[in-house]
């Protein structure tokens, strides 16, 4: 399987299971108001979903945006894994999500509307979407690396430096 095909399936994989998480921890009231209730807001603001999509509707649809950002992102993963070979998955995965999460969530979502600034967030808010993104990001490594490993190119052989020459040879 390609990296980037194992990739987009450990990211939709990832966004189901970090989906679930969010979902459990704003039930539980540990979570604060996740990027989905945010993301539904957006859509609702920009195109008018509840108006033609209904709230169900507007959920549904975050969703289906959310999924394929997460196979958008996993692709991205897969793509680049060759490059961090010599990372194990978890570390790759981690570092992966702590990187989209400073250029998406960080970066452009504030941009769009999505999101407050950055600095606007309180400090809890921001350490839960980086906590969530680095979990999207092992999740994704792990399913990844396990449908696509990295195959590490073989280690040139040394060249013998010394030349036993026969003496019969003149």
């Avoid at 539980?28 to 509707?57: C, I, N, P």
């Avoid at 504030?110 to 407050?116: E, Q, S």
């Amino acid at each position: 399987m390609r990296n980037t095909t194992a990739g987009a399936i450990g990211g939709v994989v990832a966004g189901m299971i970090v989906s679930g998480v969010m979902a459990v921890g704003r039930d539980a009231g540990v979570l604060h108001r996740t990027l989905a209730d945010q993301a539904s807001d957006w859509l609702d603001r920009r195109f008018g979903a509840r108006e033609w999509a209904g709230e169900d509707g507007t959920q549904v649809l975050e969703q289906g945006v959310h999924f394929a950002a997460s196979a958008a992102f996993g692709a991205v993963y897969g793509a680049t894994r060759p490059l961090t070979q010599s990372v194990p998955p978890v570390a790759a995965g981690a570092l992966f999500g702590a990187g989209l999460y400073a250029v998406a969530i960080a970066g452009v979502a504030p941009r769009i509307g999505l999101t407050p600034d950055h600095d606007d967030e309180a400090e809890t808010v921001a350490l839960q979407r980086l906590g969530l993104h680095v979990l999207f990001g092992v999740i994704t490594a792990l399913v990844a690396d396990a449908l696509a490993p990295i195959r590490r190119a073989p280690k040139a052989k040394a060249a013998s430096v010394v030349k036993i020459v026969d003496p019969r040879q003149g």
